[in-house]
């Protein structure tokens, strides 16, 4: 059995956790929207047409903020045929994803799903084939709070009061050649600039988020967030990060090693953001935002071959494995890991689309990786410290000295608890965790959650939804205030420590 080591000091902290960090993101692409969140005629539906089976589920997770309605959807989104009568709604050719675009769930149902699933709008713009006037245009809709065309128009829709989205994103993937209406840098920045500005005349407390590149891999990455902050410093919030993995290769060493590529990508984003700010002798400090992160590949090939111009066909819809929900875990640690700088995050997506939630006409399940989201969601609270992690390492095909372990620790003050958050990487052997913890006077092990399965390949379906789920484990302790722990190989775990 292997052996490695925590160092912790309570003193010595990165941040505290903002919640806003377990996001999510609901796009108006495949069944996400009809038959995810909304579907009138399921027997699951409130009378609103919302899934009440998804919300429960939604709700488990604890999602403080839900990014819409794009994605790349955003791009060619006209929001005013959105809103108003539903019969009056057009339906549209929606040449992002190749689908035809009723339009019958829109903005003001995303509020109304929001107020009811108890999370926060997280809005974004179009920044393809629109700009500054209609940016200007759905905020003053959504915040103003009367006395214009606009604001009047949603009071007149039955909404008399703001909706009051704080948060909102200036576009999507701009570089990304498949985006509609993509662009260089320089055009990027201005148009966001010049949005940004306009926006924040309306209401000066909005967070906005500026795209960054489309992901660490694009040969724009880098020269791109530089452009774009150099144009937008002043009026911006945030710079967006995106990134997905898949295991194509076969090569679960490799996949899990991912995260190796999501800490440099952060790394590097941190140093353009604060070399600006250098260049600009600025005291503002720009915040990251993981606004999409998730493992995509099962469907890739699949979703080629789908019939196009359809209304809300199956895309996306990746069945995640054992080693996917590892991942996404370890993808959480890497996050928490980086809580002062990433203050926004959200898991791409929720429901049907890349999500940790499905649905059908009968019922709603969860994913695999449901489970770690759920848990760091949900336990992973308070001050993120510095955790030194002495573990033995590997070398992959796409990566060296990969630590086996993978690990965080969180103080929760208000629950006077000490939460690890641990990955167990090594494929073929258990692992033997110690860390000091006398400084944690009277803790003793509350409890241990393991996500294990022998077959790396095992999966969630509507037939047999409890395949792949957490059990409670017992052989954690702390003796002497030394904490002792066995991480079964190829594991996720959860450890609550606390006064008992
Ligand atoms: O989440 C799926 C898609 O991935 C989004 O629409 C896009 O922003 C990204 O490329």
Not at 18 to 43: M, N
Not at 313 to 332: C, K, Q, T, W
Not at 447 to 472: F, I, M, Q
Request: with cysteine; aromatic share 10%; hydrophobic share 35%.
């Amino acid at each position: 059995m292997k052996k490695s080591k925590l160092i912790i000091d309570k003193h010595f902290i990165i941040d505290k956790v903002d919640r806003h960090i377990y996001g999510s993101f609901v796009e108006q692409l495949g069944r996400a929207v009809y038959e995810g969140i909304y579907q009138p005629d399921s027997p699951f539906a409130n009378e609103l047409g919302l899934r009440e089976d998804v919300m429960k589920l939604v709700s488990e997770l604890n999602v403080p903020i839900v990014r819409y309605p794009g994605g790349n959807f955003v791009s060619g989104f006209k929001w005013e045929d959105s809103i108003g009568p539903k019969d009056q709604r057009p339906y549209r050719v929606e040449e992002a994803w190749s689908t035809i675009e009723s339009n019958q769930f829109g903005l003001n149902e995303f509020i109304e799903w929001c107020n009811k699933a108890n999370t926060e709008p997280m809005m974004a713009v179009n920044l393809g084939t629109r700009g500054v006037s209609d940016a200007k245009n759905i905020l003053e809709y959504c915040n103003f709070k009367g006395g214009t065309y606009w604001s009047d128009l949603r009071k007149k829709h039955g909404y008399e009061n703001p909706h009051d989205i704080k948060v909102w994103c200036l576009g999507n993937e701009m570089d990304g050649d498949w985006q509609i209406g993509s662009k260089t840098a320089y055009e990027y920045g201005r148009i966001a600039n010049e949005t940004a500005k306009v926006m924040k005349m309306i209401d000066p407390d909005l967070q906005l988020v500026a795209c960054g590149s489309s992901g660490r891999g694009m040969p724009t990455f880098g020269e791109w967030e530089m452009k774009v902050l150099e144009l937008s410093y002043d009026n911006v919030d945030f710079i967006s990060l995106h990134s997905y993995y898949g295991n194509q290769a076969n090569d679960t060493a490799d996949f899990l090693a991912n995260t190796m590529d999501m800490d440099d990508y952060i790394s590097s984003v941190i140093a353009i953001c604060d070399a600006v700010k250098a260049k600009k002798k600025s005291k503002k400090q720009i915040k990251l935002s993981f606004d999409e992160w998730n493992v995509w590949y099962h469907t890739l090939e699949s979703d080629e071959k789908l019939e196009k111009w359809i209304h809300a066909p199956h895309r996306l819809e990746d069945i995640y494995n054992f080693e996917d929900a590892l991942l996404v875990g370890s993808m959480m640690i890497t996050l928490l890991k980086h809580c002062d700088r990433i203050k926004m995050a959200c898991l791409a997506q929720l429901v049907n689309v890349i999500a940790p939630i499905m649905t059908s006409d009968t019922g709603a399940w969860r994913q695999t990786i449901f489970y770690p989201f759920f848990y760091t969601s949900n336990y992973a609270n308070g001050t993120v410290l510095n955790t030194l992690v002495k573990s033995p390492k590997y070398d992959s095909k796409n990566y060296t000295d990969v630590p086996y372990l993978d690990a965080v620790v969180v103080q929760n003050d208000e629950k006077d608890e000490v939460v690890l958050l641990a990955v167990n990487k090594d494929l073929e052997e258990d692992m033997e965790v110690t860390c000091d913890m006398r400084q944690f006077e009277g803790y003793d092990v509350k409890k241990h959650v393991v996500l294990y399965h022998s077959d790396l390949k095992a999966v969630n379906t509507e037939e047999k939804p409890n395949n792949v789920v957490p059990a409670l484990i017992s052989g954690a302790s702390i003796d002497q205030g030394i904490f002792n722990v066995v991480l079964k190989k190829h594991s996720w775990n959860v450890v609550i420590l606390g006064k008992v």
